[in-house]
């Protein structure tokens, strides 16, 4: 028997970063100013370079909740959310509560929706974000699958994970979690 096959593979121990670490390591430079990073289970992660599909994606998005929403949720563009010590993810959009407490970035309590772009970054919003979403209490995540010109829906979340996904293709209008009476018409984002 080869010794390589023997041995068993060892469990290494990694050094989790904290929101805390992870900001101060923006604050002394090691992280420039304009770094696609975001903290995702204690590790810094590099975001895909943002395409043009997934700028006008974002852009109509904003646009589309901005209008149906007005002044009942803030709607947050590629901005970060504290969701435990050791977790800032930047979805590309979330509706928030309002009147939240402009001292501290939203939680996941804070949180009705989370929306992820995906031009290129399907199995990620899907396997890594969802249940991290769903882990933290996030109600509702989408994911705008450019590529295949698809709504993946995540509701229902319970025990760290989404127990109600659905793909929608031509979604048409689709009602925003947590606010009776308002929908987006999904139509044209694809």
């Known amino acids: 028997m080869d010794v390589l096959e023997a041995l068993e593979i060892p469990q290494l121990k990694r050094h989790r970063l904290t929101v805390e670490n992870y900001h101060r390591m923006a604050e002394i430079g090691v992280l420039s100013a304009d770094a696609r990073v975001e903290l995702v289970n204690g590790e810094i992660v590099d975001m895909a370079p943002t395409?043009?599909?997934?700028?006008?994606?974002?852009?109509?998005?904003?646009?589309?909740?901005?209008?149906?929403?007005?002044?009942?949720?803030?709607?947050s563009v590629q901005?970060?959310?504290?969701?435990d010590p050791f977790n800032q993810p930047e979805?590309?959009?979330?509706?928030?509560?309002?009147?939240?407490?402009?001292?501290?970035?939203?939680?996941?309590?804070?949180t009705l929706l989370v929306i992820e772009v995906s031009?290129?970054?399907?199995?990620?919003?899907?396997?890594?974000?969802?249940?991290?979403?769903?882990?933290?209490?996030?109600?509702?995540?989408?994911?705008?699958?450019?590529?295949?010109?698809?709504?993946?829906?995540?509701?229902?979340?319970?025990?760290?994970?989404?127990?109600?996904?659905?793909?929608?293709?031509?979604?048409g209008v689709v009602d925003l979690p947590g606010l009776p009476g308002c929908g987006v018409d999904l139509s044209g984002v694809f």
């Open 119 to 171: 031009d290129t970054t399907l199995a990620y919003d899907v396997r890594i974000k969802a249940p991290l979403y769903a882990r933290y209490g996030v109600p509702e995540m989408w994911v705008l699958d450019l590529a295949n010109r698809l709504l993946h829906r995540f509701t229902a979340p319970r025990d760290g994970m989404y127990t109600d996904v659905s793909a929608l293709k031509g979604p």
């Open 51 to 75: 395409g043009t599909n997934h700028y006008w994606a974002v852009l109509s998005m904003n646009r589309l909740l901005q209008r149906a929403v007005g002044d009942s949720a803030l709607v």
């Open 91 to 110: 979805p590309d959009l979330a509706l928030l509560r309002p009147g939240l407490n402009s001292k501290a970035l939203p939680t996941g309590a804070d």
């Open 79 to 83: 901005a970060p959310l504290r969701l």
